[in-house]
Nanobody, 116 residues
Framework: QVQVAESGGGLVQTGGSLRLSCAAS????????MGWYRQAPGKQRELVAI???????TYGDSVKGRFTISSDSAKNTVYLQMNSLEPDDTAVYYC??????????WGPGTQVTVSS
């Protein structure tokens, strides 16, 4: 089996930066897509950014130009660099990894809070 775990959330002021990390562990054969989603209170979970094994990335409209997704295949880890954070970025951020063998797996989430 495989596990997914996020780290790096916290409290930051408006305009600040945070870097999230998500590592996959277990019996990993290969990964096809790694990504980040977020869910704010009372709202649906939404796409933040995803990156394919080929390095192609896609961003949600609200984070384009501010957030950058990257990955390290040797470490089975995906990162999310978040700059120019705004109060509307406050949410629980979830990592999602699509394993070729096991399918989609979610991490437990990490809280990001941006104070005004």
């Amino acid at each position: 089996q495989v596990q997914v775990a996020e780290s790096g959330g916290g409290l930051v002021q408006t305009g600040g930066s945070l870097r999230l990390s998500c590592a996959a562990s277990g019996t990993i054969r290969s990964i096809s897509v790694m990504g980040w989603y977020r869910q704010a209170p009372g709202k649906q979970r939404e796409l933040v950014a995803i990156i394919t094994s080929g390095g192609v990335s896609t961003y949600g409209d609200s984070v384009k130009g501010r957030f950058t997704i990257s990955s390290d295949s040797a470490k089975n880890t995906v990162y999310l660099q978040m700059n120019s954070l705004e109060p509307d970025d406050t949410a629980v951020y979830y990592c999602n990894i699509v394993f070729t063998l096991f399918g989609s797996r979610w991490g437990p989430g990490t809280q990001v809070t941006v104070s005004s």
